[in-house]
């Protein structure tokens, strides 16, 4: 199959192209680089030394045999995304190539309107390509858990059946984003419904949790592979960053009481439930919605679990700060999210181990050297 | 009251700005005249004559001695934003000013873009701007009914309670715009929501349906106080565009079977509305969402009307047409909207009467020398 990849220099978008090319597929990536740029931006990095595009390319090439496209651009400029998709004709599109962090949208005005504009016109600009020159491709689009907020009630995958005044209609989940960043995502998600109804395009919005890990079987061959991992309180996730700062002897940063709940998943399952989508594809003119997570954790348990694992197994001590939260959220709630679209597809889920905290523990040690430990703090607030 | 109309060279801005005028508040327009530009861009015009924004002023403190003040410029742009709120310090920022034609979004690529950057990015700016400046500011933003699309469920104001798995909330009631116009309504309602819980914003979001009549107390004081009125395919609204059809000859225009069921208001109590929401704040932190109109009718509905009215009280011969749709949409569906809150604060509905649609016809039999028939036709299709 001929599979775009969209933001492929990322975080999930490389692992998932490496992972489609040994498969067999025909894989191009499509990136302008502007991850690089935020670190430079931020004074930040990767905990692990990450090669340049080309390297990476090439080192996959001499490993596997194997080659990819690169387009080199920006999703926002509508004569690149339509030279592409005329030269590639891509049968599905993974579309990860957004700006994704929440604290970067909320670090002032300019950085919520660039995230907004970035998200929502590159996406719309995907829309028109496809309409105009592979109607046919199954767009697959990365969305997040965070659309939905933290409602009193279950929160279903995309629609809800609602029964009001004695009728009833099946309607899209309400949603309750909790940064300008989550809101570019919520748009998305409107305008891509949108254009199914009326174009006919075929999507699939996957809702992702809050992906941990770091490794998988194609980026662990080769240093030239490796993916990137972030530990700043900016592009940091949780679980990722608590294991960097038990490797370095900082403070787990747990922010407020910590009851905050979300849905989590190993980096390994993010490449299986995208290939699950991407194989089995949306009909046309269906908006799909997945919730794409294995299990919901607490922010406290898994700094606690952290604590637990490097203490035992690493012999090291580690202590959990309650920080004031920079963030408007609730700290205690009720959180249970339905993810059965893509085990009925055939998800194997990788549930968190110690073994694999541990891992990533040993891995910071590894790079220790490499932290700046002046980017771990939130240096971003919502209010 | 000092009271800011952004828009307010427009069709509802226009009046609103001349009606809290001449109740004694202190009044000041915001408009870049963008809406004077899409009539070259679309070779399209008023059908009565408008005057520019400099005679309006100077002929309004010419009959009523009161003053209003303008800043001309672009809510896009933050610069002007932060200056014009630093000078003005509005109490109410009565929100119009933004691109408010489906069929004008939906014209291509560029215009979709061009709709939500517009729209999206004015209203980030507002709102960053009120935080910043004055963040006791009351934001009155219109929204459309069109946000809610057709469920086959009650439309309630904004918000339902929703009961599933035993459990209960209430939540953001659920969108399913028509076109990217409305589209970006729905990306705006949903950062105004955030930005009231987590700054403090008091907004009030109207969900306004299709406004039709012209004349207000204020704007039939003199000719350079007119307001403008649309009947193109692009610009132009049902009813008021069924009846100045009806004046020149022209088939009324009814899209497929016409059963859409739409809800209206006449444009004096737009204004009504207006003073309602401005003159009973939201609290700090709120987010209130009043659906604004009076009544329901399908379209064939009112070109029914528009026939019989235009025939018997005014001699014309009258044809309906029924056009292939050149939108999405359900053309019978169920419709029930919920309109309380503004009735609860004392609106006094003009309901539609057959004295207004004959009004409007002779009106547009006054100015038919001014109609370019070319541009009624829709020029527009979703597909």
Known sequence: MRILVAGGDGFCGWPTALYFSERGHEVAIVDNMIRRQWDEE??????TPIYSMEDRINAWEDKSGKAMKLYEG??????FVHSFMQDFKPEAFIHYAEQRSAPYSMIDREHAVFTQMNNVVGTLNVLYAIKEIVPDCHLIKLGTMGEYGTPNIDI????IKIEHNGREDVLPYPKQPFSFYHLSKVHDSHNIMFTCKSWGIRATDLNQGVVYGLWTDETKLDEKLYNRVDYDGVFGTALNRFCIQAAVG???????KGGQTRAF??????????ELATLNPADRGEFRVFNQFTEQFSVLELAERVKRVAEEQLGLTVNIAH???PRVEKEQHYYKAVNSNLVDLGLKPHFLSDELIADLIKTAQRYQDRVK???IAPSTTWR
Chains 1, 2 share one sequence.
């Open 156 to 159: 279903e995958e995309g629609y």
């Open 250 to 256: 900082h403070d787990l940063t747990v922010y407020g």
């Open 42 to 47: 931020l004074g930040s990095n990767s905990l």
């Open 373 to 375: 430990t002046s980017v």
């Open 265 to 274: 998943l190993d980096i390994r399952d993010t490449l299986q439930c995208v």
């Open 74 to 79: 920006d999703l926002t400029e509508y004569e």
């Open 323 to 325: 920080l004031e939260n």
